[in-house]
């Protein structure tokens, strides 16, 4: 059972910074691609940043490229995504998602590809 836990959210003024976190269970965490998602009130899921099981591919939307980063630390099966120059349209309820394929070579950018899903920090940014 995969289990993927989220935290790290919080109330954040506009032009703050964040790091989220996402701690995954399991032995084999480094040879499968993660990702994380947002989804706002009203809207739908949509992606934000994946990282390679290896680490070395990122692929960012453009909404949050040059302000978020992904990163993973697999000595401690953790997934993060530091956040700065938040906005308050990034106001969502954020996901981390495991990519149900072990060593894919291409970074998925859809919820499709992914299997696991955590159960979601909230981020609310005022202004």
């Known amino acids: 059972q995969v289990q993927l836990v989220e935290s790290g959210g919080g109330l954040v003024q506009a032009g703050g910074s964040l790091r989220l976190s996402c701690a995954a269970s399991?032995?084999?965490?480094?040879?499968?691609?993660m990702g994380w998602f947002r989804q706002a009130l009203g809207k739908e899921r949509e992606f934000v940043a994946a990282?390679?099981?290896?680490?070395?591919?990122?692929v960012y939307a453009d909404s949050v490229k040059g302000r978020f980063t992904i990163s993973r630390d697999n000595a401690k099966n953790t997934v993060y995504l530091q956040m700065n120059s938040l906005k308050p349209e990034d106001t969502a309820v954020y996901y981390c998602?495991?990519?149900?394929?072990?060593?894919?070579?291409?970074?998925?950018?859809?919820?499709?590809?992914?299997?696991?899903w955590g159960q979601g920090t909230q981020v609310t940014v005022s202004s």
């Open positions: 998602a495991k990519d149900p394929r072990p060593y894919r070579n291409v970074v998925v950018a859809t919820a499709t590809g992914y299997g696991y």
């Open positions: 399991g032995r084999t965490f480094s040879t499968y691609a």
């Open positions: 990282i390679s099981w290896s680490g070395g591919s990122t």
